[in-house]
């Protein structure tokens, strides 16, 4: 029963160029969407989130969009650096306070 | 910027042993969770505590597993007698509020294998 789907594993981008990560989900009453950003041996750490009155939020150099009627959710990065690469987590939450779902990550490689 | 601290970071023990995995949530945050991760697989949720008392939890918590804040600071995972699918990184996370633009603070979590 997967609620989150991260479908690609890996993603390789040079430096400089745009990252795209991409996720789904199952359940259109998500309320609450997040990006969280994973090192080896490291805690997840928060990037960035939307709500789902929203269709898209920019933080620097992070952008994340959502559409709803596909219920799809991207991360996008630009321009990528080396420091980047880590483990990328979509997340949901029907409501706060209650338990979040996790795709099952995107690791990210961004080549110098 | 104030942390979720977890300990130990790694911990080895034989199956059918009991386990305490530790955590100090951030001092003004009021909801906390536990979460794992089997290697290679999704980050899982384990169970949320609010109020002194269990809020949700998954299926994956059950009767061996228990959570306690003992006191003001720590909030412990127990699990009474590990099995081998035990072996796992345990993530302990903490929030502030119920409000809406919620995020989890993660700890960086404990290793915990079981032999």
């Known amino acids: 029963d997967q609620q989150v789907k991260q479908n690609s594993p890996s993603l390789s981008v040079q430096e400089g160029r745009i990252s795209i990560l991409n996720c789904d989900y199952t359940?259109?009453?998500?309320?609450?969407f997040l990006w969280y950003k994973k090192y080896p041996a490291e805690g997840p750490t928060f990037l960035i989130s939307?709500?789902?009155?929203?269709d898209k939020n920019e933080d620097g150099r992070f952008t994340v969009f959502l559409n709803k009627s596909a219920k799809h959710l991207s991360l996008h990065i630009v321009p990528s650096q080396p420091g980047d690469s880590a483990v990328y987590f979509c997340?949901?939450?029907?409501?706060?306070?209650?338990?979040?779902?996790f795709g099952t990550g995107t690791s990210l490689t961004v080549i110098p | 910027e104030p942390e979720v601290t977890q300990t130990p970071s790694h911990q080895v023990t034989q199956m059918g042993q009991e386990v305490i995995l530790r955590c100090v949530p951030i001092?003004?945050?009021?909801?906390f969770y536990w979460y794992r991760q089997i290697l290679g697989q999704k980050v899982e949720f384990l169970v949320s505590?609010?109020?002194?008392?269990?809020?949700?939890k998954s299926e994956i918590f059950d009767d061996q597993f228990s959570v306690e804040r003992p006191d003001g600071s720590n909030f412990t995972l127990k699990i009474r007698s590990t099995k081998l699918e035990d072996s796992a990184m345990y993530f302990c996370?903490?929030?502030?509020?119920?409000?809406?633009?919620?995020?989890?603070?993660f700890g960086s979590g404990t290793q915990l294998s079981v032999l």
């Open positions: 996370a903490s929030s502030r509020t119920g409000s809406d633009n919620e995020k989890l603070f």
């Open positions: 997340a949901t939450t029907l409501r706060a306070g209650n338990q979040f779902y």
């Open positions: 505590f609010y109020n002194n008392e269990i809020s949700e």
């Open positions: 359940n259109s009453m998500f309320d609450y």
């Open positions: 001092s003004n945050h009021l909801y």
């Open positions: 939307i709500s789902s009155i929203k």
